[in-house]
T-cell receptor, first 112, second 115 residues
């Protein structure tokens, strides 16, 4: 069965510093992987998606993620954190039946 | 921009009352999901539909929850009777299924409080 783990329920970075949010997946078939962001009191917004076309995926707001099959990872990065990046981030995997399974989420805080 | 519309945005109800949450998926999307979000459990998949047919509702307490799609423009999630432990934010999401690699679009959610 497909599943997703996110290391670190809470990450704090200084404004301007590198953002790294970790995601590892378990899948018996080539996965479709996603990162979503949730701002307070809002729904989830798609940041980026991996669909096997390219291992380095660029998304909105300067985020990108790299698919590493050997490590079963899909970590999210951003070179320089902005205050507006403070939010909850969810990694997700789509199963062969189109069911989307979410990880537990990582709360990102950005310190001025 | 196309969006998924959920109503109501907020609902406060007394224990034992029936609650109905509605979702209007994006026109043309054939897959609809219902998720529940709580601090303790995170995002839980309750049920999902493709072309209005239920594909999986194993995440839903069957004795009190029911999910339907009366037509392609409306999905409903009902709780009867409601209990305080049902307090959560309920999200609807829609997208294109059947192997399409796109992500799904979420609504803004219904915040349910059962007192």
């Amino acid at each position: 069965a497909q599943s997703v783990t996110q290391l670190g329920s809470h990450v704090s970075v200084s404004e301007g510093a590198l953002v790294l949010l970790r995601c590892n997946y378990s899948s018996s078939v080539p996965p479709y992987l996603f990162w979503y962001v949730q701002y307070p009191n809002q729904g989830l917004q798609l940041l980026l998606k991996y669909t096997s076309a390219a291992t380095l995926v660029k998304g909105i707001n300067g985020f990108e993620a790299e698919f590493k099959k050997s490590e079963t990872s899909f970590h999210l990065t951003k070179p320089s954190a902005h205050m507006s990046d403070a939010a909850e981030y969810f990694c997700a995997v789509k199963t062969s039946y189109d069911k989307v399974i979410f990880g537990p989420g990582t709360s990102l805080s950005v310190i001025p | 921009d196309a969006r998924v519309t959920q109503t109501p945005r907020h609902k406060v109800t007394e224990m034992g009352q029936e609650v109905t949450m509605r979702c209007q998926p994006i026109l043309g999307h054939n897959t609809v999901f219902w998720y529940r979000q709580t601090m303790m459990q995170g995002l839980e998949l309750l049920a999902y539909f493709r072309n209005r047919a239920p594909l999986d509702d194993s995440g839903m307490p069957k004795d009190r929850f029911s999910a339907e799609m009366p037509d392609a423009t409306l999905a409903t999630l009902k709780i009867q009777p409601s209990e305080p432990r049902d307090s959560a934010v309920y999200f609807c999401a829609s997208g294109l299924g059947q192997g399409q690699e796109g992500g799904y679009t979420f609504g803004s959610g219904t915040r349910l409080t059962v007192v």
